[in-house]
Structure formats: C-alpha cells, structure tokens
T-cell receptor, first 116, second 109 residues
C-alpha cells in the first residue's frame, strides 16, 4: 500500500523558536496533502489542505502566518510552526491523496511536538 | 459530508468478534462510509470503505444497512492489538477526511 512518512517523529523545541515538519509520499504522487493536529484525548482536527504549487487553504481558526505550509513538489509538503509556544504542543499528522486514485487518502505516522 | 454518531467506548473479549456501530442517518447517495482506526500515538490506519454493498477484506467486514443510515464494522476475531480508537467517516469522494470522536475499543484478555 501507499506509504506516507513524516520527519521528525518527535521534536522538542524552546518557546519562540520555529520548527519544520516534513511529510513525504514515498511511492505515489500526491497533488493534495492535508495537515491535522491532535491534542491529547481528542480527535484529529484538519488544519489545512495544500495543493502542489499553490497556496494552502486553512481551516477556520488556524493562523496561516503561524502554521506555514509549503507543498513544493508532488511528494513533499512541509509544515513550519513559527514562534512556537507551549500551547502549540500537539501531535501533527499529515495525509496525502494519491493523484492516480483521487479517493484514497493515506496518513503519516505523526510528529509529536513539545514546546518548552 | 454527513455527520456520524458512534458510541464513545466498547469492550470486547479477545478472540471474539467486535461489532462497532455507526449511525449516519443523513447520508446522501454519493457518500461513502469509511472506517479508520488509530492506535495510541500513531497515525490513522485505513480499514475498509463501502458505498452500499457489504464489504470484506483481510482486516474486517463492513455491513451497511439497506437504507444506508447505519453501518457496522466487524472485526471477526479481535486481538489485543486491535485496541484502538475506531473512526467512522462518511464523505463524498474527493472530499477531505474529517474525524469525529470515534469509538475507543478495548480488547480484553
């Protein structure tokens, strides 16, 4: 099956710094990628949708200047959390849609971000 | 996409079948029923999906009622490794996946 990877799997950063999370589709091309956030004991919440070569579409309440998304190629999307604060500590999960099979959406293993 | 309703938690004995219900009474004709699960601290894992016919794969079976207003995911022989949160999602193809609260299934020895 299709594989989506994320890097890093966990990261600890200091308050005020920025951190970048990578999401790659390993064996398929993804025209659309999605970023989710999950707080402890809660469900996944969609943050934004990104299409290759164009600006991401953010969900209501998600600050686009704080969560920078770049989808520069058909296999790579990045999420940068700028000026991170402890309340940004969460589990970030990316997902990718297979260009060849528009209805299939595959999920990465997630990145645990802790801001101290 | 149609909203889904699932029980917050269920228990199942190891080796027995786990039957997880999902209500989606406002489902429309072009919406599919998807099931994912999430084991603690991992990304969601695809299980199965269907439109109106019952479906079976190596992981589970999906039973959709004739009026399509509800469905049941069946894990035929639950193991301890099936302990997870199970999400039922209804969506039109090409729409993004949006997750509800899901059902926390605990398989007990």
């Amino acid at each position: 099956g299709a594989v989506v990877s994320q890097h890093p799997s966990w990261v600890i950063c200091k308050s005020g710094t920025s951190v970048k999370i990578e999401c790659r589709s390993l064996d398929f091309q993804a025209t659309t990628m999605f970023w989710y956030r999950q707080f402890p004991k809660q469900s996944l919440m969609l943050m934004a949708t990104s299409n290759e070569g164009s600006k991401a579409t953010y969900e209501q309440g998600v600050e686009k200047d704080k969560f920078l998304i770049n989808h520069a190629s058909l296999t790579l999307s990045t999420l940068t959390v700028t000026s991170a604060h402890p309340e940004d500590s969460s589990f970030y999960i990316c997902s990718a849609r297979d260009q060849g099979r528009a209805y299939e959406q595959y999920f990465g293993p997630g990145t645990r971000l802790t801001v101290t | 996409d149609a909203k889904t309703t699932q029980p917050p938690s269920m228990d199942c004995a190891e080796g027995r079948a786990a039957n997880l219900p999902c209500n989606h009474s406002t489902i429309s004709g072009n919406e599919y029923v998807y099931w994912y699960r999430q084991i603690h601290s991992q990304g969601p894992q695809y299980i199965i999906h269907g439109l109106k016919n019952n479906e079976t794969n190596e992981m589970a079976s999906l039973i959709i009622t004739e009026d399509r207003k509800s469905s049941t995911l069946i894990l035929p022989h639950a193991t301890l490794r099936d302990t997870a949160v199970y999400y039922c999602i209804v969506r039109v193809l090409d729409n993004d996946m949006r997750f509800g609260a899901g059902t926390r299934l605990t398989v007990k020895p």
